[in-house]
């Protein structure tokens, strides 16, 4: 009989990161001729942000605690795990991707989880062996927000003025336009240009069926300072299950494997969020609900879901539950060709169940996404030559996926939920990597891997995104003695294949139409990336001094380009880690 205990408490205090964007928005060409700011510069891979939240914060404490058990009994080993894990973190950012102060959010995120493992390994028994067991999961997580009455997100007091010289300004061009095109003695072609200038603004903005003047107008009239959602919500997980796989060793040189495992999970989202909003109705709201008798009224009971920003989250006070099931799958079948040679296949089934999104959606019915289910077929080989000097690995696989989970956000870029693709997510690719030892010193490694999605449409949510298609990936090692210990160095170089980044995908009718500035028009292509890496330094048993870059050639390149704000108008921008250096000591009591 063994035990192995485990105690882990962690405790994290980090100021990082700001999300950058570029000043395209009419909003802050607005905000820098009042005086507000400091304005992002033009320069969007300069990696200098402004953010009006103060540096975003995230705070994180975590108890992790274990126990594994194992029997060494007659004909295999008893195994009996248990753990359990708490944390509690929060998180504040700017809300607008800029220096104005439009919207803040703070959230405070608790969680706790419990689990269970009994399994039996068996010992070789005749020709076979096999594994099984009982796994039960019970797990809580929460999202709350971390301000007044659980307030999340907050409008700040840059909104008005800003979206107040918008509509002045909007309504002084209209004004404009219409005198040249009362003023008799004006030119043709100056009345052309200004009834085409007129028509642009008074024509609905595409995708809606109101005009920018409407819009403005209408968010201006129900918003203010210190607006707020509140939210507490809290999502229950317990999944229980069986699993079982066997080993047949048919011969010396040929085997093959069988597994299943029965899945049952219950899931309950219990979701609370509502608009907070402060003051009365004025004049100007009240004239634009075409009802003088509102003035005075608390903003909170005449405007409720009709607030335009509950798209972040819309009100919601309800429990939500569902019940999945799922029975997977596995097979393989390996071959020895020689002591050096190895040829397999594989066939599996995957599950993934469904949930509760904390904002329903754009058209306020998308609360639920359903499970995903995943078979894969996979051929490989696994081979070394030259007394183990040249080692080559690969594998091709063909993944279908039904129901695909994916995120998104909505295309006013207010909010963002998880959904299901329409059709099938096909996943066709090949993994190779080889190690090459040139010298009993000197070490090759190279990798290449490459994924074919079939181009589905558009629509279908189904492509391989945020992933590059090719990627490869070449790097040396090398070592040689000093002292009592070795000196040891490393160089790399990969390359990631072009890649969308965009939080839509780039050639959708929705992102080109909202979200790619006309100054920028990168932001509807894909991308691909180098980098260069490299380590040295010197170890022994007992100690260890090195230093490592990555990125060295300092590559600034962006992660994901998020939706247009609907606050401040302006692309969230973020990115990879620039060029980074790190020494580090590592000592072995």
């Not at 102060?101 to 039996?120: D, I, Q, W, Y």
């Not at 403005?216 to 229950?236: H, K, N, P, R, Y």
């Not at 039904?402 to 909505?410: K, L």
């Not at 880690?577 to 000592?587: A, G, Q, V």
């Amino acid at each position: 009989m063994s035990y192995v205990f485990t105690h882990t408490e962690s405790s994290k205090d980090s100021t990082c990161c700001a999300v950058d964007s570029v000043p395209t928005s009419p909003q802050m060409t607005i905000a820098q001729s009042l005086g507000l700011g400091p304005i992002n510069g033009l320069n969007y891979k300069d990696y200098t942000f402004s953010t009006s939240a103060g540096t975003p914060g995230f705070t994180l404490d975590s108890t992790l605690t274990s126990l594994k058990v194992d029997q060494e009994r007659e004909n295999g080993t008893l195994t009996l795990v248990l753990a359990r894990n708490e944390y509690d973190s929060t998180r504040s950012w700017d809300g607008d991707h800029t220096a104005i102060n439009f919207a803040t959010v703070n959230t405070n995120n608790p969680g706790e989880s419990f689990t269970t493992e009994l399994r039996f390994s068996s010992n070789m028994i005749g020709n076979k062996e096999y594994t099984v067991g009982l796994f039960f999961s019970d797990s809580e997580y929460s999202e709350i927000g971390a301000g007044l009455d659980n307030r999340n997100i907050k409008i700040g007091n840059h909104f008005t003025p800003v979206w107040g010289a918008w509509l002045q300004s909007l309504q002084g061009q209209v004004a404009s336009l219409q005198a040249i095109l009362a003023n008799p003695n004006a030119p043709a072609a100056a009345k052309a240009q200004a009834q085409a200038g007129l028509s642009q603004l008074l024509s609905p903005v595409p995708g809606t069926t109101t005009n920018i003047l409407q819009q403005v107008g209408g968010f201006l009239a129900t918003t203010q300072e210190g607006d707020a959602i509140s939210q507490d919500m809290t999502w229950s997980d317990k999944t229980s299950a069986v699993f079982g796989r066997m080993t047949v060793h048919v011969s010396d040189s040929l085997r093959y494997t069988l597994g299943a495992r029965y899945t049952s999970e219950e899931k309950e989202a219990d979701l609370y969020a509502n608009t907070m909003l402060v003051g009365t109705v004025d004049a100007q709201l009240a004239g634009m609900l075409g009802n003088p008798q509102l003035i005075g009224a608390p903003r909170q009971a005449v405007l409720g879901n009709a607030w335009p920003y509950s798209s972040f989250m819309q009100n919601v006070n309800e429990v939500f539950t569902r019940d999945d099931s799922s029975t997977t799958w596995s097979a393989s079948i390996q071959k020895d060709l020689s002591e050096d040679i190895m040829i397999y296949a594989s066939a599996a089934t995957g599950y993934k169940a469904g949930g509760f999104n904390s904002t329903s959606g754009e058209d306020n019915m998308i609360r639920g996404y359903q499970p995903t289910e995943t078979e894969n077929f996979e051929i490989g080989i696994k081979s070394r030559f030259f007394d183990n000097k040249l080692q080559i690995n690969a594998t091709a696989f063909d993944m279908e996926t039904e129901a695909q989970q994916y995120v998104t956000q909505r295309a006013d870029g207010l909010g963002r939920l998880v959904a299901n693709s329409t059709v099938p997510a096909e996943r066709l690719g090949l993994d190779l990597n080889v190690v090459a030892k040139l010298r009993p010193n000197l070490t090759l490694n190279m990798s290449y891997l490459t994924i074919d999605d079939g181009a589905p449409a558009i629509s279908s949510n189904a492509q391989n995104r945020l992933t590059p298609d090719d990627a490869y990936t070449v790097g040396l090692s090398h070592f040689f003695p000093l002292g009592n210990g070795n000196v040891f160095s490393r160089i790399d170089y990969s390359y990631d294949g072009s890649y969308e980044y965009t939080a839509l995908p780039s050639r959708s009718p929705q992102w080109l139409a909202v979200s790619v500035p006309s100054a920028y028009p990168e932001f509807a292509r894909a991308s691909d990336n180098e980098f260069l890496n490299y380590k040295i330094g010197w170890r022994n048993d007992n100690l260890e001094l090195a230093y490592s870059v990555k990125n060295a050639t300092d590559n600034h390149y962006i992660r994901l380009i998020l939706q247009r704000s609907g606050v401040s108008g302006v692309n969230g921008l973020t990115y990879g880690t620039p060029e980074y250096h790190n020494f580090s000591i590592k000592y072995n009591f």
